[in-house]
């Protein structure tokens, strides 16, 4: 047994006990969520640890944690450290990892619009409304109302992708990756697929063209060089054994320099002249001309198919701005075999993707409000000047919040992000954060901690805050724990 300290004693005395702990809003809180036999089991093992650790001499406090007694559970003597922000921490934290709601709401201050570990793009308002209100019950997921019969589960997309984009058909599954692959197996299993070297993507994840042509049962023949690849390269690979050309855009890394890519009508003319068709992996997938002047290097589906492109594959959740989707437009034939192949059934939709993506696609079909409704769109469109105010309004209250804090509105310069435009700054205007006590990568993760969770972007020791993907109530969140920071 350790000798214990007065100090220790003091922080001993300081424990609250587990029912009054319960009755912390926060606490009553996750009970609602999770049930209080979880929260109080959580209290418990919180407290005796706390316990132990206070008489192994070895409580560490986490960087930020205020010194002096704040709205604590309740008084402590002078010079104690209340430990109430912490228990409430760990129980949270405890809580969390047991109910299993690993996918929680967060909050992306990263200036990334599209972030991967952040769930990509943000669901249109609308979307999640659809979801409530048409899933609550049986929906009419797969059934014809007129005849009461089965029928195609995305034929209402088909519909929407056919009046926005002017494409004989389209069908949907789970993601761009399980579209590329069910197109190559349905189109050219067992036959030769054409594709530029300087094409030869891989996305990350491992999602990589060479091994996606291996596995779909394809076989992948190279033209052209890393840098350079020509519509002849192209012509003199093709023999009785060919099935297709294949396009892919390179999303996540540009050629500069002495480079030389074939036009999409050029390769489709080609293509054409031939009676192979073109296969468009364009990724990224901004489906209309003129959305956003930032996207003008980026390609867009409807052009692809107007230029030629026999089938256009691309996600859903990235510059469209939906759920996690793959989508395939184009000729009617490509498309039906896609739809009848096996691997279709192992990769359909499933009922809320299906609503979000209709509910999305939906509000496409009005030019003006699709660009205020489309999270990804709005955010990529946002003023430097809304920003800007933003930005200067957030860096007062933040600097106001924690006297530890200095925080300045400065320029620098947001991301598309999952792979789109990677070489595209596109400017804006930022908090940076320091703190007085805290390594940049502590006041990161004390700002991670917070619930919601706050994700920054570090650079050159500071924290930054980009205003351009903060969604309302955002900025109240980041100043409550900014308040919860260790003083200066
Ligand atoms: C993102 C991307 C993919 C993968 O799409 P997911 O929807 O993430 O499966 C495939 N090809 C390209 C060119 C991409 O940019």
């Known amino acids: 047994m350790e000798k214990s300290t007065p100090q220790a004693e003091a922080l001993m005395r300081s424990l609250p006990a587990v029912q009054r702990l319960l009755e912390e809003p926060a ?37 930020g944690h205020p010194e002096t007694s704040g ?61 409530t209100a048409q899933l609550a019950g049986y ?7 007129a005849s009461g019969k089965r029928s195609n589960r995305d034929a209402t997309l088909n519909d929407l992708l056919r009046t926005l984009l002017g494409c004989e058909s389209a069908c949907v599954v789970n993601n761009n990756a ?3 692959m069910l197109a190559l197996a349905a189109l050219a299993r067992g036959k030769e697929v054409i594709v530029s070297r300087g094409q030869l993507v891989e996305i990350g994840g491992s999602f990589r063209v060479p091994d996606v042509m291996r596995e779909s049962g394809c076989k992948l023949i190279e033209v052209g060089s890393t840098n350079r ?80 492109a026999d089938l256009v594959l691309f996600s859903a959740d990235k510059i469209l701005g939906s759920t996690q989707g793959g989508v395939a437009v184009g000729k009617k034939e490509l498309v039906e075999k896609m739809r009848r192949h096996p691997l279709y059934r192992a990769m359909r939709l499933n009922k809320l993707t299906l609503c979000a993506l209709e509910s999305t696609l939906r509000l496409y079909l009005d030019p003006e409000k699709r660009l205020e409704t ?32 200095e925080a300045l509105c400065v320029e620098d310069s947001s991301r598309l992000g999952s792979g789109s435009l990677p070489e595209r700054n596109i400017p804006t205007r930022v908090v940076s954060l320091r703190h007085g006590k805290l390594s940049s990568d502590e006041l990161a993760a004390a700002l991670r901690a ?17 205003p351009r993907t903060l969604l309302p109530g955002d900025g109240d969140e980041i100043e409550k724990a900014a308040r919860g920071l260790q003083a200066g």
Do not use: W
């Not at 929906?139 to 109302?145: A, F």
């Not at 500069?256 to 068709?277: K, Y």
């Not at 999270?375 to 860096?395: D, K």
């Not at 917070?450 to 980009?466: A, G, K, N, S, Y």
């Open 139 to 145: 929906s009419t997921v797969e059934v014809d109302l």
């Open 178 to 180: 399980a579209g590329v």
């Open 229 to 308: 690849t020509y519509v002849r390269d192209y012509e003199a690979a093709i023999t009785p054994a060919t099935a297709a050309l294949l396009l892919v855009h390179t999303s996540n890394f540009r050629l500069i320099g002495f480079t030389e890519e074939p036009t999409v009508a050029g390769v489709a003319a080609l293509a054409r002249s031939r009676g192979l068709p073109l296969l468009y992996d364009i990724g990224s997938g901004a489906l209309l001309p003129g959305l956003a002047e930032e996207l003008k290097e980026e390609p867009i589906v409807k052009t692809a198919l107007d230029d030629g």
């Open 450 to 466: 917070h619930e919601p969770p706050i994700f920054t972007r570090i650079q050159e020791d500071r924290v930054l805050i980009d």
């Open 374 to 405: 489309v999270p990804t769109l709005r955010m990529l469109r946002r003023s430097l000047a809304s920003i800007g105010e933003e930005a200067a309004a957030l860096a007062t209250r933040l600097g106001r919040a924690c006297s530890g804090l």
């Open 71 to 131: 709205p604590g559970c309740q008084p402590v003597a002078s010079g104690t450290p209340d430990l109430c922000p912490e228990i409430l921490r760990r129980v949270a934290e405890r809580v969390l990892r047991r109910c299993g709601s690993g996918v929680r709401r967060a909050i992306n201050a990263t200036g990334v619009i599209l972030h991967t570990g952040l769930g990509r793009a943000v669901l249109p308002a609308a979307a999640l409304q659809e979801i």
């Open 27 to 63: 606490l009553r809180e996750l009970q609602g969520r999770c049930g209080r036999d979880a929260v109080l089991s959580a209290a418990r093992e919180t407290l005796a640890g706390l316990r132990a650790e206070i008489l192994a001499g070895t409580l560490a406090l986490p960087p």
